[in-house]
Every structure is written in C-alpha cells, then in structure tokens.
C-alpha cells in the first residue's frame, strides 16, 4: 500500500488549504484513514479521521471547528479542508491508513500500518 499526499504549502493566518491523501495497492479491509501532524519539537498529534466509507469523521480536540476531513471513496483519497489557519497549525501533516476494527478503531495508534511521506504546512505572514 501506498499513500501520496499532497497539498501542502505557505499560507498567511487566516487562510485555507486543501491536503489530499490518496492510497493505492492492496487496499482490502481497512477501517478508515486519518490525518496526523507533527509540529517542530513536539510528538505526532492527531488530526482528524474517516471511516473508509467516508460516512464516519473524527476529529483530535478544538479542530473539528475549523478543519473538514472528507473521503473519495471511488478514489481512496482523504482531503483535510483547513480554514482560519494559525500559525500553530504549522507542522508535517501525515496521512495514515487504519487497519484496525470496532468504534474506537481511530484511536488505536498501532493499528496506523501504512504512512505516507507528509506534507509541510507552513501558517505565517
């Protein structure tokens, strides 16, 4: 399995960017995908996640009001929508595939098998 994502950039606070994460390979029986970060310095956080139907969404704590995670399911992309960005959201964004099972799958570290090279967002002016 692969993950290429993309998206990434500069973008003034305030701003918006669109990450996108699309899986390719043998791609049977995963419970979701998700997006994580890691900010200089500081450990790998999570961001948000969908079930691989794209019905289910999660979200890490105080992001769900400016960040939208949603699946292609035809595609097996996940895209991250990031509005009013701050420059805390500065970080490699990684995307991750879950190969894990029952509700809680998302929150279940080592069930993230699959990684993919990360992106830099960089929020200043």
């Known amino acids: 399995v692969q993950l290429q994502a993309s998206g990434g950039g500069l973008a003034q606070p305030g701003g918006s960017l669109r990450l996108s994460c699309a899986a390719s390979g043998r791609i049977r029986g995963f419970a979701g995908m998700a997006w994580f970060r890691q900010a200089p310095g500081q450990d790998r956080k999570f961001v948000a996640a969908a079930s691989w139907s794209g019905l289910s969404t999660y979200y890490g704590d105080s992001l769900r009001s400016r960040f939208t995670i949603s699946k292609d399911v035809a595609k097996n992309t996940i895209y991250l929508q990031m509005d009013n960005l701050e420059p805390e959201d500065t970080a490699v964004y990684y995307c991750?595939?879950?190969?894990?099972?029952?509700?809680?799958?998302?929150?279940?570290?080592?069930?993230?098998?699959?990684w993919g090279q990360g992106t830099l967002v960089t929020v200043s002016s």
């Open positions: 991750a595939v879950n190969l894990g099972a029952g509700p809680s799958w998302y929150r279940s570290d080592s069930d993230y098998i699959y």
